[in-house]
């Protein structure tokens, strides 16, 4: 059946540049301000990265005009198909990890307990900048849920470059690997700030 209109309230946003813009009913939009400017801007959903019991991650552009290619691969990410292969019309600097926690009803965790927990996150996310750790770029807290905007790693977790490319691990590689993670945990503990879940499904990969 077709999907009812939007309101009127959400078919419409501003931009950090001031210029209006209307929302695509087909795709998932995410509003939230900027970790060092507090500007307020917009993302689109692509597709699905990840999902867990409380919270899921979605690949998001800041480019919001829609193609039908793009269209097609949100459709495919639905049905739990999509293709890793990107639309080419796609800035892949636009890219980013969209994070949203939900709590209430819905997300079956009480307020209580998402603030807390919330709250600690973006307190650590917000005190650290290392070229080794993901990067808060912005932050949005609503009624039913909380978003927090991610710098986009496209090589996925270690623990996939492992199953699926473990040819690609030689020694040179394995130890630039762990050096990095060497200085990211010490970067964390010079903050007093201890991880406690490292694990390869944990480092996120950057191509480069």
Same mark, same amino acid.
């Given at each position: 059946?077709?999907?009812?209109?939007?309101?009127?309230?959400?078919?419409?946003?501003?931009?950090?540049?001031?210029?209006?813009?209307?929302?695509?009913?087909?795709?998932?939009?995410?509003?939230?301000?900027?970790?060092?400017?507090?500007?307020?801007?917009?993302?689109?959903?692509?597709?699905?990265?990840?999902?867990?019991?409380?919270?899921?991650?979605?690949?998001?552009?800041?480019?919001?005009?829609?193609?039908?290619?793009?269209?097609?691969?949100?459709?495919s990410?639905?049905?739990?198909?999509?293709? =890793? $292969?990107?639309?080419? &019309?796609?800035?892949?600097? !636009? *890219? @980013?990890?969209? #994070?949203?926690?939900?709590?209430? +009803?819905?997300g079956?965790?009480?307020?209580d307990?998402?603030?807390?927990?919330?709250?600690?996150? =973006? $307190?650590?996310?917000? &005190?650290?900048?290392?070229? !080794? *750790? @993901?990067?808060? #770029?912005?932050?949005?807290?609503? +009624?039913?849920?909380?978003?927090?905007?991610?710098?986009?790693?496209?090589?996925?977790?270690?623990?996939?470059?492992?199953?699926?490319?473990r040819?690609?691990?030689?020694?040179?590689?394995?130890?630039?690997?762990?050096?990095e993670?060497?200085?990211?945990?010490?970067?964390?503990?010079?903050r007093?700030?201890?991880?406690?879940?490292?694990?390869?499904?944990?480092?996120?990969?950057?191509?480069?």
């Amino acid at each position: 059946p077709p999907s009812p209109p939007p309101s009127e309230s959400s078919v419409t946003a501003t931009d950090a540049s001031g210029t209006t813009t209307k929302e695509d009913p087909r795709f998932e939009y995410f509003d939230a301000r900027g970790r060092t400017d507090g500007k307020l801007r917009r993302w689109r959903a692509v597709k699905t990265l990840g999902q867990g019991t409380f919270s899921r991650v979605m690949l998001a552009t800041s480019q919001l005009a829609a193609t039908e290619e793009e269209v097609g691969l949100e459709h495919s990410a639905n049905n739990g198909t999509a293709s =890793l $292969e990107l639309p080419s &019309s796609l800035d892949r600097k !636009s *890219l @980013v990890a969209v #994070k949203i926690c939900e709590h209430g +009803p819905k997300g079956g965790a009480s307020e209580d307990r998402v603030e807390m927990s919330l709250k600690r996150e =973006l $307190e650590i996310m917000q &005190s650290i900048h290392h070229p !080794s *750790l @993901v990067d808060l #770029k912005a932050f949005s807290i609503e +009624p039913t849920r909380a978003i927090l905007v991610l710098s986009h790693c496209p090589g996925g977790d270690l623990f996939d470059v492992g199953t699926k490319h473990r040819e690609l691990l030689v020694p040179s590689l394995l130890r630039r690997i762990f050096s990095e993670l060497v200085g990211a945990v010490r970067y964390l503990h010079a903050r007093h700030i201890v991880h406690r879940d490292i694990k390869l499904e944990n480092v996120l990969v950057n191509l480069t």
